[in-house]
């Protein structure tokens, strides 16, 4: 219902309706100081000659000036750890900013840790490295830019279902190393027109893939979430729902995750549901790595029953440096399109969510209602349903 609804008011599916906002709107406690922790990457040179590169520890969302100039604090800092900057200062944060592409990650023991916590920021998409049961227990609110990236990884999903099944990242270092065999090359590369493609997860993320693979004129696009789309936004898009996951994966040549990593997705492609895909598929993970069981992952490429495995989330970020993802490859030595997280972080998208960051935070301050598309966890509860069936 609430999506029919969405799509009664939109003229195409775009994600879950927005919600109407229950919970009261707290805002900033301390009237003189506040403190803002942003956990953020270490952006190095390249953030020194790039300043729209906004998501790093030197660029801070471009917030310093704005929050020097309201006589709040903000840190910002990328380190982890027993000692880090990041504990120490969630001792006494207000809020805390974190971005997905090098979470800090909130456990359940470092939210008890941190008794002035009221407010935490995606700066993105993704809430998972928040302990979200913890941040309801202690009624800290948990809110993300949403839609801020969404086209962003569209676009990297499509580009990496063209990369795998065209074989294109063998054919591009064949070309580097001076070589020159067609055949080589060839003998693994298919056309996406005819083929099957199927999403987990057809939110804002999942529905864009969709709208950009009709024209390549698949045989048939899939979708499996436990949420129905509304039956015009899924006609509009030629997507037929699977209500059954070993059914669904069964049917597709291509499958794509795009659902957030939950209770109900961790570990959710594992060796068993694997077994049940077409031998021979190819996989496009750009959701959370913890979606999928590493080892069963490479174990399903290196013998073929994955043709190919692609994506840019990792179980661990930064991936250690022998993480079987990097290098792992199916039996004829291509089909591994992994790369560093940075699908939802581009120039474009980062403006995006640092700009969504300073309106979240500007709401807080100002005590006003935040947009209820944005909020993950209310006062105490959960005020979406993207993150798993309560
Ligand atoms: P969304 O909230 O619009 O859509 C998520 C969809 O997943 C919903 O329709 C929900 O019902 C569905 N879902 C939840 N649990 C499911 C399950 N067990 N099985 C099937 N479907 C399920 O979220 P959006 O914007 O599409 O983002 C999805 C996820 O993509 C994010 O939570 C994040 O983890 C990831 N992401 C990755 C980025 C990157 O840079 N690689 C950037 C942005 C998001």
Known sequence: MQRVLGVLLSVSWGGPAPRSLCSPNPCCQSQNVMKVLAILYDGGKP?????????????????????????????????????????????????????????????????????????????????????????????IQVLEVSGSNVVSVAEHVVMSILALVRNFIPAHEMIERGDWQVSEIARNAFDLEGKVVGTIGAGRIGYRVLQRLVPFDCAELLYYDYAPLPPAAAKAVNARRVEDLKEFVSQCDVVTVNCPLHEGTRGLVNAELLKHFKKGAWLVNTARGAICDKDAVAEALKSGQLNGYAGDVWNVQPAPKDHVWRTVKNPIGGGNGMVPHYSGTTL???????????????????????????????????????????
């Not at 790039?50 to 030197?58: A, D, I, Q, S």
């Not at 310093?64 to 750890?81: A, F, T």
């Not at 700066?123 to 202690?138: E, F, P």
């Not at 995006?352 to 006003?368: F, S």
């Open 348 to 390: 474009d998208a980062q403006q995006r969510y640092a700009d969504g960051t300073r309106k979240i935070l500007q709401n807080y301050i100002e005590g006003k209602e935040q947009e209820a598309q944005n909020i993950i966890i209310g006062l105490g509860k959960y005020e979406t349903k993207a993150y798993g069936q309560r």
């Open 47 to 139: 953030a020194e000659e790039e300043p729209r590169l906004l998501g790093t520890v030197e660029n801070k969302l471009g917030l310093k000036p704005w929050l020097d100039s309201l006589g709040h604090e903000l840190v910002s800092s990328s380190k982890e750890g027993a000692d880090s900057d990041f504990q120490k200062h969630l001792a006494d944060a207000e809020v805390l900013i974190t971005t997905p592409f090098h979470p800090g990650y909130l456990t359940r023991d470092l939210v008890e840790k941190a008794p002035k916590l009221k407010l935490c920021i995606t700066a993105g998409v993704g809430s998972d490295h928040i302990d979200l049961n913890a941040a309801v227990d202690h009624r």
